[in-house]
Structures are given as C-alpha cells and as structure tokens.
C-alpha cells in the first residue's frame, strides 16, 4: 500500500535541505519501486506568517494522516519577539505533543572521514557511536503549571514544572531498552536524582523497567557528570536515556563531538513507530538561502524514516552507503570542510549522494 510522507520544510535553510532529501527520496520512487506519495504542508514561522499560527490545524490533520513526517527546520530571528505561544518553536512542540512522538532517537555518530572536523582530539571521538534516546513529551517542556506571575510585593516571578508520571517514565526506558537489545545492550540513564525528586523516581522506574531485559546493563549517571564524560571519554556510552531537557542539552553536545551538527539525523517516535523525522540542528538563518547548509542530516533522517517507519531496511542503507561514498569522494559542504577537500554548495551535495545511491 502506498504510504504518505508529510514534508514540512519550515523556516530558514529548511526548505533548501528538505529540497534534497525529497530528490533522494523522488530517486528511490523512480528507481527502487520505494511506494510513498508526498504532500507539503506549513508549519513554524512561514505558517505563522501565512495562517497566524505556527501550527495550523490542517498541518496538524495532515500529520495525522501521514505514515510519517519529513520536517526541515523551524525558526528565526524576525519571529522572536512574537509571543512565546505563537512562536516558530511551538509548531515543532506542538506537533510532537500532537502526534505523541514520546520516544526521541538522536544518534551521534562519527563518520571517520570527518574525525578531522571535530573539536576533539581523534582518537577521543573515531569509531563513536552512541544512541541517545531523549523523552519528547513531557518534562518541564509541557509541565503545567507554568507562566510568570506578579507577586504580592509587585516582583515578576517566571516559574516551570518538571513532571514525569510513572507510565511516562517506563514507556521511554522500554523504547531505550529495545533499541540498545539492537546494539551493545548498554544504557545509561542521566537523571539529576541527588536533588530532583522527579528524577529520583525516574531512576527507580528505570531500574524496575530494566528487570524485564536481564541483557541490558543498566547505569546511571549524574546530568553534570555526563555532560563532562561525553567530552571527557564518549566512546563509554551505547545508549543514553535521559529526560525532555537533559536530552536537549545532552545531544547538542553529542553532536559536536562529531565533527558538525549538519551530520546528524533524528527521529522522534510514538508508541506504533509512526514518526517525525528531522535533522538535529536548526534553522540557520545566519545561512539561508546561500545554498551552502549541509543536507546530510535532512538527508539521513530519511534514511531513518525508511528504517522506523516504513520497513525499507535495505533502502536506508543504500543512502547510508551513498553519504558515506559522497564523504569518501571528498566532498564538504561548509560546516565539515577542511583544506584540500573539494567545497560542495547544499545541491551539489544532494545531487552526489543520488549520483552515489
Ligand atoms: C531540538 C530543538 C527544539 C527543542 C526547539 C527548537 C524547540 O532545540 O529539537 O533539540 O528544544 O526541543
Ligand atoms: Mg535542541
């Protein structure tokens, strides 16, 4: 049966990347027999500007009926003195909160072509490959309530909630668990549990969850404390599970051990593997319309895409195979170029992986 693909390009280098990824995805139609049917919608800054929402009701309707969801990137400068609630950003959250996508895959993988681009010594971050599986709906990102107030004495006070209930908490242990069975069988869970209550329990459910996979071994590990162990030794991690913000945090500073956020993919998943697929990195705007952003990573969430949710294994590998190629042959966008390699603009790029596909 033919499956639907929600694109949504968004804002700033958003649609230049998705312009790609969606040619890839066009090649493979044509190609491979991949029976997909694509449709476009709104969301993030340019909805807000065309339908006075960040998320408009089709958008989110269509989403709905999508198999799964193409997403570019969301924000910029000229909507950041809107109102937080019609914010670009509340179109990504909306939809994530939306569709139930609780269950945030974000690899940080280090191509040995690139171990030159990362800030990090080489033999710190070649042969890096970690797994961090991030809650996307709920935490202190959704919890309520939350605003700011004027108190009695005329002061402003901002104020947010952590929560987590306990099925929260177990549904994304489950999702982290399944994945490292698929790997080294190692996770680590990130809580602040010495001064969080909401993370203590998150701790004890992790390790409840943990006895129905006797493989798994399970750590746990102080927020602070990873954030310097992912600069200090990352190569000691499989899968990191970790709360809506930490993961935030987390998987920034994951990124970069690789060399450049344009790499890295993402995919956030709901409870039947339907999801949303992105790159981690945002909108650029600093970029856009250049033709120089990397779309390697909007180009490697469709491979994921193929993988998670619509059961082409074989066809995400051939575009991890076609990326990999294009990197072999030498060719950098700006983000990951070093001397002597041949600078690539976004297209030049996109049309190199389908060349290699
Ligand atoms: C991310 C982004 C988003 C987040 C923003 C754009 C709302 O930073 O996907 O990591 O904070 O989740
Ligand atoms: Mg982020």
Request: hydrophobic share 35%; proline share 0%; glycine share 14%.
């Given at each position: 049966m033919t499956k639907k693909i929600l694109v949504l390009p968004g804002d700033g280098i958003g649609p230049e990347i998705v312009a790609e990824a969606v040619k890839v995805i066009n090649r493979l139609q044509s190609d491979s027999g991949l029976d997909v049917e694509l449709e476009?919608?709104?969301v993030g800054g340019c909805a807000y500007d065309a339908k006075g929402h960040p998320l408009p009701d089709e958008t989110l309707q269509q989403a709905k009926e999508a198999?799964?969801?193409l997403l570019g990137a969301v924000g910029g400068t000229q909507w950041e003195s809107l109102d937080i609630a019609v914010r670009p950003e509340k179109g990504l959250l909306g939809l994530r909160a939306g569709l139930e996508l609780f269950s945030n895959l974000r690899p940080a993988i280090l191509y040995p072509q690139l171990a030159s681009a990362s800030t990090l010594k080489a033999e710190v971050v070649s042969g890096l490959d970690i797994m961090i599986v991030?809650?996307?709906t709920g935490g202190i990102y959704f919890g309520q309530p939350r605003?700011?107030?004027t108190l009695d004495n005329g002061e402003r006070q901002g104020f947010n909630t952590l929560v987590y209930s306990e099925s929260e908490i177990r549904r994304i242990a489950r999702s982290a668990f399944d994945i490292a069975m698929k790997r080294d069988k190692r996770v680590c869970s990130v809580d602040k549990a010495n001064v969080l209550e909401c993370t203590e329990l998150w701790r004890e459910v992790m390790i409840e969850v943990a006895k129905d996979y006797p493989e798994i071994e399970l750590s746990h590990m102080y927020v602070d404390n990873a954030a310097m162990q992912l600069v200090r030794a990352p190569k000691?991690?499989?899968v990191m599970v970790t709360t809506n913000m930490f993961g935030d945090i987390l998987?920034?500073?994951a990124a970069m051990l690789t060399g450049s956020i344009g790499m890295l993919p993402s995919a956030s998943?709901?409870?039947n593997g339907k999801g949303m697929y992105e790159p981690i990195h945002g909108s650029a705007p600093d970029i856009a319309?250049?033709?120089?952003?990397?779309p390697l990573a909007t180009i490697l969430s469709v491979s994921m895409m193929l993988r998670y949710s619509l059961g082409e294994a074989a066809l995400a590998d051939r575009i991890d195979g076609a990326v990999n190629k294009v990197l072999d042959d030498g060719l950098r966008t700006a983000d990951i170029f070093t001397e002597g390699l041949k600078k690539v603009s976004t297209c030049e790029m996109g049309e190199a992986v389908i060349a290699a596909i």
């Open positions: 476009e919608g709104l198999d799964a969801i991030r809650e996307l605003g700011v107030r000691q991690f499989d998987s920034d500073c998943l709901d409870v319309g250049q033709g120089v952003a990397n």
